[in-house]
Nanobody, 124 residues
Framework: QVQLVESGGGLVQAGDSLRLACAAS????????MGWFRQAPGKEREFVAG????????YYTDSVKGRFTISRDNAKNTVYLQMNSLKPEDTAVYYC?????????????????WGQGTQVTVST
């Protein structure tokens, strides 16, 4: 079992950067594929980025490619999302999620552990 707690959200201006962190409890963190999702008001939750269990594979939705970077430190039981060149359309609640799948999926239903979310607001 793993429990997830996100941090690092906030209010920034367009073009700024933020780094989100998701700390996991438990000893089995390295056995989970990890993902970041986001949900804007009135919209469905969407996949942002995912990372394989050993960190060797990373995947991004098209709208964040080249701006966001997902990484993990299995020794610290933490996954990160570095967000650069933020845009107002990146405004959302960001969630980290864990999955026991072998490979990264963009399907939120394949993730069985979720954090409580952290708000990211990007102003113009």
């Amino acid at each position: 079992q793993v429990q997830l707690v996100e941090s690092g959200g906030g209010l920034v201006q367009a073009g700024d950067s933020l780094r989100l962190a998701c700390a996991a409890s438990g000893r089995t963190f390295s056995g989970y594929v990890m993902g970041w999702f986001r949900q804007a008001p009135g919209k469905e939750r969407e996949f942002v980025a995912g990372i394989s269990r050993n960190g060797g594979g990373t995947y991004y939705t098209d709208s964040v490619k080249g701006r966001f970077t997902i990484s993990r430190d299995n020794a610290k039981n933490t996954v990160y999302l570095q967000m650069n060149s933020l845009k107002p359309e990146d405004t959302a609640v960001y969630y980290c999620a864990a999955s026991l799948l072998i490979s990264v999926s963009s399907d939120s239903s394949r993730y069985n552990k979720w954090g409580q979310g952290t708000q990211v607001t990007v102003s113009t």
